[in-house]
């Protein structure tokens, strides 16, 4: 085992450029999705990254995973198979920058999480900073019923939301499984085991379609997909995951201009409003705590 010495400001540097990674990713997965449908996209996108990986691995691992990293592994991937279905099943049904800021309410969750499974301090005022990132989704999805979007756009905000709830379980477990293993380990049996979890899915929700013609868009996916995670991975391993949380604001001044570039979308005030009332909460909740950095130990 060997100690990882805590850098806080280079975490949440490299935190930033994780998000910016993986908005890119998303707005390709975008694509991905309303082509091929969101199950078939993901399903081929983890063998990808495998085959893509695994040699890697192979190559440069110093031992298997321990008992405990394991769980971990497992625990991450089983989470993820329904966080990201969800997620892209959404994402295809609604704007980018929508669907980025009803994510935002992971964080604050995880910050409750964070305090419940880490020992991590939280601040007294999470009651009213709960309450302003709950007004922050309401005031979304009333912009949704005035822009008329439809009755999929309001399934696919729902989707979102879920992953959201997910994806705040993974911030907690991402931290702990950062302090037991190494990042291209970590990528390595998250991409094999949320892959299996498809593939063991694929008779019950039908076999994935091949991406004819969608191959360069498939690689750019998973090779985004990749740099995030083992960016993620650095970061999680040298701060806290209640103070790293935040860097997950940044995705929707990404998802705003992703949007507007590949998809032509627009950002209404509602979303915007809304997004700012969901970060303000965070923000609030987190404001009286304090935050402690102290060194963890890492799988050789």
């Not at 019950?204 to 985004?224: I, K, S």
């Not at 809304?274 to 009286?288: E, F, K």
Request: charged share 10%; with cysteine.
């Amino acid at each position: 085992m060997n100690q990882v010495r805590q850098q806080p400001y280079l975490a949440f540097a490299v935190a930033l450029l994780a998000i910016g990674a993986l908005s890119a990713m998303d707005a390709v997965m975008k694509h991905l999705s309303i082509a091929i449908g969101a199950f078939a996209t993901l399903a081929w996108r983890q063998v990808l990254a495998v085959l893509l990986l695994a040699p890697i691995y192979l190559a440069v691992r110093k031992g298997w995973p321990t008992a405990k990293a394991m769980k971990l592994h497992l625990l991450r991937g089983a989470l993820m198979v329904p966080m990201s279905l969800l997620f892209f099943w959404g994402l295809a049904r609604v704007p980018m920058a929508q669907a980025i800021a009803l994510t935002f309410v992971a964080p604050l969750i995880a910050l409750v999480l964070a305090a419940l499974f880490l020992d991590e301090p939280v601040g007294k005022r999470m009651a009213s900073g709960s309450l302003l990132a709950f007004a922050g989704v309401v005031l979304i999805f009333v912009g949704q019923g005035r822009a008329e979007l439809g009755e999929q756009a309001l399934w696919g905000s729902v989707a979102i939301l879920g992953s959201a709830l997910c994806y705040a379980i993974n911030i907690v477990v991402m931290r702990r499984q950062a302090q037991n293993a190494r990042p291209l380990e970590i990528a390595v049996f998250q991409f094999l085991i949320t892959g299996a979890g498809f593939w063991l899915a694929a008779p019950f929700a039908g076999l994935p379609d091949y991406p004819a013609g969608q191959e360069g868009a498939m690689l750019l996916a998973t090779l985004l997909s990749i740099a995030g995670m083992l960016l993620l991975a650095f970061a999680y391993a040298r701060a806290g995951a209640a103070y790293l949380s935040s860097t997950e604001y940044s995705g929707f001044l990404y998802a705003v201009v992703l949007g507007w570039l590949v998809f032509g979308e627009t950002v209404s005030l509602f979303t915007t409003a809304g997004a700012a009332l969901i970060i303000a909460g965070c923000v609030l909740a987190a404001r009286t705590r304090r935050i402690d950095h102290p060194t963890l130990e890492t799988a050789a």
